[in-house]
């Protein structure tokens, strides 16, 4: 079984949420021993390259900030030359800049034709990089498919949210209901939000309705649906509130 299973590892790459490097080794250093565990794969200095970390190679992983450490422990999984990249949450706690850093590795892994099993909480990260998408609620998976799939299953490609002056009473869900095109309405964080297939059907309807009822409004944005309207409408709540959530 073992000599059967370790041809298939070689051909796996794994960053995990939180990996524990050796904090005295350089960052050439410890790519060159992750290297030292495979047949094959990439030069210690290649793997530093794809990760824009050349001005750190010999710098100590102690010294290293939260970003620069995660990227080179995606190095690490790189370093074997995997066909199969699998990536928990590589993207935690990372400022933006390194966030779209890491994005971009993964996009070029897989122009190379390789593929990433990528598990994470944010939306828009999964909305931009996977071809194919699984929503999992404790334990179980509620929906999959591409993307688009899933945003088209919601019944309307756009979102308008909005919210009236203070003070003023915000309209019934049964009259925004009643809007030509809205499909449906959710109020939050004192604000509304409507799913609609045509906005610029619904807007000017909005508009009359809240003018007619002598209603102001304190602002009001448009936007495209995305993957995590998906998960409020399949579970009733934002990843935010799991994330933020007591035992």
């Known amino acids: 079984m073992l000599r059967t299973a370790r041809p298939q590892r070689r051909r796996l790459g794994i960053s995990l949420q939180e990996t524990r490097l050796s904090e005295k080794l350089t960052v050439r250093e410890t790519l060159t021993l992750f290297r030292s565990f495979y047949r094959h794969g990439v030069e210690p200095d290649e793997a530093i390259a794809v990760v824009s970390m050349e001005e750190k190679a010999g710098a100590r992983v102690g010294k290293l900030s939260g970003g620069q450490r995660q990227r080179l422990a995606v190095a690490c999984a790189l370093v074997g030359d995997p066909e199969l990249l699998f990536l928990d949450e590589p993207t935690t706690g990372l400022d933006p800049q390194s966030r779209r850093q890491l994005w971009d590795v993964i996009r070029a892994f897989r122009g190379r034709g390789r593929t990433v099993l990528l598990t994470t909480h944010?939306?828009?990260?999964?909305?931009?990089?996977?071809?194919?998408?699984?929503?999992?609620?404790?334990?179980?998976?509620?929906?999959?498919?591409?993307?688009?799939?899933?945003?088209?299953?919601?019944?309307g490609d756009h979102v308008i949210e909005f919210a009236v002056a203070e003070g003023q009473a915000p309209p019934d869900q049964a009259s925004l209901h009643e809007l030509p095109g809205v499909r449906s309405v959710r109020f939050e964080d004192g604000g509304i939000i409507l799913r609609v297939a045509e906005p610029h059907v619904v807007l000017p309807a909005l508009l009359d309705r809240l003018r007619n009822d002598g209603r102001e409004l304190a602002r009001l944005t448009t936007r495209h649906a995305s993957l995590e309207d998906v998960f409020v409408q399949l579970t009733g709540r934002h990843l935010r509130d799991e994330e933020t959530a007591g035992p």
Do not use: N, W
């Not at 998408?133 to 299953?153: K, N």
């Open 122 to 155: 944010y939306m828009d990260e999964a909305e931009r990089l996977c071809d194919r998408v699984a929503v999992i609620d404790h334990g179980q998976v509620i929906a999959q498919g591409t993307p688009r799939e899933l945003i088209a299953r919601l019944g």
